[in-house]
């Protein structure tokens, strides 16, 4: 059974996480010893010797091969993570669930820690990288030793105040030390989400402010630094409807500590030699979140190695000409952008809000709309970053999507070698294509958020309800598992 590894050479030159010193020395390697994450974690491996480098990479992004697509896989593992994906994609268990880890019943001393003890085994485990440093590390070996790398996102939910910010902030710090504390390129990024580190309603001002600004471009916002463009001429502007008021000089307080927090991120994050990528949010918020991230990039990302990552949600009408207009500002700056393309999250909550306005969603108006800005955004950044600096990160589970980029960046030359292009699954989804990508010689991470599950809970919450669709197309994935399943079984039987 072959052994899917990242062979030592390839770690040791990997642009997005290598160091010219080593990042190791002070921080010796967090103990592996510990059980990790079991979500589809590779068959236990015999010795360091038998390991070998992956198989020459296909050209091809292939599922029909059950056996060499699952080959880094235990049984135990296989059979868990059908179970679990199986549970997710039946509504009324997802709907019974979330009721009950919202329900009165979590505050009763006992029913709570059996309800969380049984979300740490089955759920969480699943879905997570661990709960500290020394669970998510070993979760993060392994995933390595599948020729997979980790997207390390501390799993808090928004912020409404300075001391939560500054919680979550260290949360964020703490994570960008784990990740050190890895071996090179075993984490490719650590995940920042801005509305964790600047309180809401400061993050729902600025966006309005800014908004307004791009409605009148003499409205004059003096804490504005340097940012590439952050709207489109079709941008909606729905959400402001009267000139906001400037911010108080409390607000402009509380801006400046949240700048202050982003840059230690940043900072810390150049330090060690490993990308930050931002999250997107809810449109209400997305706008000042770009201004975070843009005139942080401004500052921060040097040379043709992007340390600040943005992302772009491609369900959104105007994502395609907003990426175009930061882009171009980006490439007359010097200034190498890293962009991360989704499709987007919070498809019912934005339609709500929106028609609550009076106004219609700023989502495509077909799923067909959506794919087809998602690939034309993944094309245009494809032969960007061939021809020149800059990161994509495509962050997908579709498939057709991941055949159509893949096909494109081996006719661009794009591929491990270069270190322009990841793909990204969230953890414990989409298996399949993840291992497919990376046997058909591409650099591909899992998106893991970590933290205690009472911390986690929340962030899970909010995924399970929102990515619904996502949950319950698994399908493909749980097919394929079976398949492997049955395959094992009949050679175990005869
Ligand atoms: C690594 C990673 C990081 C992510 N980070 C973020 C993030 O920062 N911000 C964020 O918002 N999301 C993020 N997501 C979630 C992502 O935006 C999607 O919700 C999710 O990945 C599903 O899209 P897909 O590309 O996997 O495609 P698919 O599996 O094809 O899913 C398509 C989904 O798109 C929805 N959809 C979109 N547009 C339409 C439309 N016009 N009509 C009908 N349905 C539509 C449907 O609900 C459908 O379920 C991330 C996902 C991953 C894998």
Redesign the pocket.
């Known amino acids: 059974m072959a052994t899917r590894v990242i062979p030592p050479r390839i770690l040791r030159k990997l642009r997005y996480n290598t160091a010219t010193k080593p990042l190791n020395s002070s921080h010796p390697p967090l103990s592996p010893s510990l059980s990790p994450s079991p979500c589809l974690l590779p068959a236990p491996l015999p010795s360091p010797a038998v390991l070998r480098p992956s198989a020459a990479a296909s050209d091809d992004l292939s599922f029909r091969d059950v056996e060499k697509l699952f080959s880094s896989v235990s049984t135990t593992s296989l059979l868990r993570s059908s179970a679990v994906l199986h549970a997710t994609a039946v509504e009324p268990m997802v709907d019974f669930g979330t009721w009950l880890l919202r329900s009165n019943l979590m505050h009763v001393h006992g029913i709570r820690d059996l309800i969380l003890a049984t979300v740490r085994n089955t759920f969480f485990d699943h879905f997570c990288a661990g709960e500290d440093a020394i669970t998510t590390a070993a979760s993060i070996r392994h995933l390595n030793r599948a020729g997979l790398r980790g997207?390390l996102v501390y799993g808090v939910e928004d912020a409404n105040d300075n001391d939560a910010c500054h919680r979550n902030f260290k949360g964020f710090l703490h994570t960008i030390d784990v990740s050190r504390s890895l071996p090179p390129s075993s984490v490719s990024f650590v995940i920042v989400k801005i509305t964790a580190i600047c309180p809401m309603s400061l993050l729902e001002r600025m966006s309005d402010l800014l908004r307004w600004q791009h409605k009148d471009p003499c409205f004059s916002l003096p804490w504005k630094q340097d940012c590439f463009p952050i709207f489109s001429e079709s941008s909606p502007l729905y959400h402001t409807s009267n000139k906001p008021e400037p911010l108080t000089p409390e607000e402009e307080k509380d801006l400046q500590l949240a700048i202050q927090r982003f840059h230690e991120l940043c900072h810390k994050c150049v330090q060690v030699n490993i990308p930050l990528l931002v999250?997107?949010?809810h449109t209400s918020v997305q706008p000042a979140i770009d201004y975070f991230t843009y005139s942080s990039a401004i500052l921060h990302n040097k040379g043709d190695n992007p340390i600040v990552f943005g992302?772009m949600?491609t369900?959104l009408k105007d994502a395609k000409e907003r990426l175009l207009l930061a882009a171009e500002a980006a490439d007359n700056m010097g200034i190498p952008m890293g962009f991360?393309l989704?499709?987007?999250?919070?498809?019912s909550s934005e339609t709500k809000l929106a028609e609550s306005l009076g106004y219609s969603s700023p989502?495509?108006?077909?799923?067909e709309?959506?794919?087809k800005c998602?690939n034309d955004c993944s094309s245009f950044m494809l032969e960007k970053v061939a021809n020149g600096p800059g990161g994509l990160v495509l962050?997908?589970?579709?498939v057709e999507?991941g055949k159509l980029a893949a096909a494109k960046a081996h006719e661009l030359g794009i591929g491990k070698v270069n270190h322009k292009l990841e793909f990204?699954?969230?953890h414990g989804?989409s298996e399949a294509l993840s291992f497919g990508l990376s046997n058909a010689g591409f650099q591909v991470s899992k998106?893991m958020p970590f933290g205690p599950v009472e911390t986690v809970m929340p962030y899970l919450l909010r995924r399970a309800e929102?990515?619904r669709?996502?949950l319950a197309?698994s399908g493909f994935d749980r097919q394929l598992m079976r398949k492997e399943l049955g395959r094992r079984l009949k050679a175990a039987v005869f």
């Open positions: 997207m999250d997107a949010e992302t949600q369900y991360k989704v499709r987007g999250a919070y498809m989502i495509h108006d077909t799923i709309d959506t794919h998602f962050a997908t589970h579709n999507s990204a699954q969230l989804m998106y929102e990515n669709g996502m197309a």
